[in-house]
């Protein structure tokens, strides 16, 4: 058994390492704010590693006169019903109308190169993964707070081959690290804690109702600065005890959507292929959404330390990606192959999600309607990315509130005025959701010294 001591001094609350979502305070409130009475709109992140090459997105079937636009990195758009898709995305061919494949955006004030750790959500360099280097919250915390939900944000992941409850990327306040769910039995484990483990839920009350009083920091030695900290986080925990209630309390409907794992995922799933891995985590999701859970989350597919087991072409391979991103080859398939392979994997996840999302009616249509789904490079263009592109794949329902479905859409290049960084299209989905920032993010210091104009949304987008 674990005691108050050492609960203090190995959770958030006590290392400082982990924190508690700012937006709890606003979890069981009355309905108020800019999305009162509505249903709620979903944000799915998908951060993959190794970069996601431009020319990798691009229909394949362009004329000659797009593809010198598209090499040319020169502004245009294209319909996606009248165009091939390449190999690794057809898996969602059936979805065209929903997809946007957005080039052009840069991500030079995030952390690029191998990693961009909490960086690439929150728009600021993160100095390799300090702490001290967390400006703001990152942005899927900041729609959280827009749609609130009984677990605010949920971060889901695979980085370093890690299992049970990890540190995470996303962070829910300055100078403050969110956890994450980093193998599918443990997000199952937590998400529906109420309906597979009530008694450890009220067990949970009762440390929190211990954590509340001075004497916990006490016990755990906190003083000066940090204890103040501890103390601000701790303000928080009579609503994640309300929260705790209150989902005892809805048990019953949760079980509904309860996901059934196969044993292979049982104790982290050491011996679960990384494709099974990836499809059991899928269904927690799905299961998370449906249960009414959380509208938004944020998933770390994979990371240069995620062994790869279980690939099409590379059954019997423990695949690198690291290696892969300097072109080496694995079981004599080459890299350019298996790096398609991994995105393919990825894409069969996304299918998934928008197909069963579909398949489950809301208000007078389904719950993808509702949803956005991003599939990006949390590091840039390349292996070795430098932020000068950062594609993404978006698929959205038709409640989306932003005007881009069914195109390609090339912005204009870094260095060209009216270029677009990713804190612009961060601050389009605020600005489109209920939160009038004028700008989130650091700004592009090219930019700046070429006097161009760099504040604000996307505004072809704002529907």
Known sequence: MIDRRHFLKSTALGSGAMA?????????????GPNAGQIPKRFIFIRKSSGLRPLECAPVDFTDAQKKLDKDKQSFEADLSKHELPTWLRGLDDHKENMTLLQGLSAKMSENIHFSFSSVMGCFRSNRNTLSAIKRATVDFELAKLFPSPFGHVELSFAQGRTGIASGYSAPAPQTRNYCYADPETARNELFKSVLNPDAVNSDNDMLSFLQGKEGLSIAGIKGHEKKRQEDQIESIETIRQRNKKLIDMAGSLAKHLPELDPIHANGGENATTPQKQEAMTKVLVAALRAGLTNVVTY?????????????????????????????????????????????????????????????????????????????????????????????????GRNCKLDMAGRYIRLPHLGVEGHKTLGNWYTTLLNAHGNPIKHYGDLDLEMSRKKFDQLGSIKQFMG
């Open 20 to 32: 508690l979502a700012p937006s709890f305070n606003q979890l069981f409130a009355d309905a108020q």
């Open 300 to 396: 770390t597919i994979d990371d240069l330390g995620t062994p790869i087991t279980g690939l099409p072409g590379n059954e019997t391979d423990r695949v690198g990606i690291h290696p892969l991103g300097h072109d080496e080859a694995f079981g004599g398939v080459p890299a350019w192959k298996t790096r398609e392979q991994i995105r393919i994997s990825h894409v069969n996840q996304i299918k998934t999600l928008v197909e069963e999302l579909k398949a489950t009616p809301e208000g007078k249509g389904t719950m993808f309607d509702n949803t956005m789904i991003m599939y990006f490079p949390e590091n840039g263009e390349t292996h070795h990315g430098i932020g000068i592109e950062s594609p993404f794949v978006i698929m959205s």
